[in-house]
T-cell receptor, first 112, second 116 residues
Framework: TQLLEQSPQFLSIQEGENLTVYCNSSSVFSSLQWYRQEPGEGPVLLVTVVTGGEVKKLKRLTFQFGDARKDSSLHITAAQPGDTGLYLC????????????FGSGTRLLVRP | EAGVAQSPRYKIIEKRQSVAFWCNPISGHATLYWYQQILGQGPKLLIQFQNNGVVDDSQLPKDRFSAERLKGVDSTLKIQPAKLEDSAVYLCASTQHGLAGPNEQFFGPGTRLTVL
């Protein structure tokens, strides 16, 4: 069974601080996606990484896919209250079944 | 482009009652998913449809849950009878199938079910 573990589970920081969220697995994925979910809404895709070692930047967010395509990280620089939400990583199975395995999520609170 | 639509947004029922959720995916998306998201956890796949056929329902509690996608467009998920542990948000997602590249799913707003 493929599992994705996210850490930390909860993070409360002050506006302007930096943070990193980790997503780890013993399984290899064909791609790794990060979603953000706000209360009362469904997850919204932030980024997809496909190649081992790939780094993508989205404004103050930096996403990295591990060389072995088993892990990923999300780094936020100078966090803002608008970054508050549940961050989910999701790995796509290698078996071309179009299934995603979701991590348990990291709940981020950025205090003004 | 319209997103994934779900209804109702909220539902409160008593245990042993039945409930149904509806989902209309993005136009042209052949693959539709139903997920269960318990508070504090990530979404767990219940069932995956490809057009009107079931691709994976291995995690669907078939003694009480059922789902259909008769015309390969919208879908319904039913729970009968509901248990307390079914309290969760039920998310519907869709994706285009058959295109090269990663599977990027688009989610609806979810239905929050509370079983009393």
């Amino acid at each position: 069974t493929q599992l994705l573990e996210q850490s930390p589970q909860f993070l409360s920081i002050q506006e302007g601080e930096n943070l990193t969220v980790y997503c780890n697995s013993s399984s290899v994925f064909s791609s790794l996606q990060w979603y953000r979910q706000e209360p009362g809404e469904g997850p919204v895709l932030l980024v997809t990484v496909v190649t081992g070692g790939e780094v993508k930047k989205l404004k103050r967010l930096t996403f990295q896919f591990g060389d072995a395509r088993k892990d990923s990280s999300l780094h936020i620089t100078a966090a803002q209250p608008g970054d508050t939400g549940l961050y989910l990583c999701a790995g796509e199975s290698m078996d071309s079944s179009y299934k995603l395995i979701f991590g348990s999520g990291t709940r981020l609170l950025v205090r003004p | 482009e319209a997103g994934v639509a779900q209804s109702p947004r909220y539902k409160i029922i008593e245990k042993r009652q039945s409930v149904a959720f509806w989902c209309n995916p993005i136009s042209g998306h052949a693959t539709l998913y139903w997920y269960q998201q318990i508070l504090g956890q990530g979404p767990k796949l219940l069932i995956q449809f490809q057009n009107n056929g079931v691709v994976d329902d291995s995690q669907l509690p078939k003694d009480r849950f059922s789902a259909e996608r008769l015309k390969g467009v919208d879908s319904t998920l039913k729970i009968q009878p509901a248990k307390l542990e079914d309290s969760a948000v039920y998310l519907c997602a869709s994706t285009q199938h058959g295109l090269a590249g990663p599977n990027e799913q688009f989610f609806g707003p979810g239905t929050r079910l509370t079983v009393l």
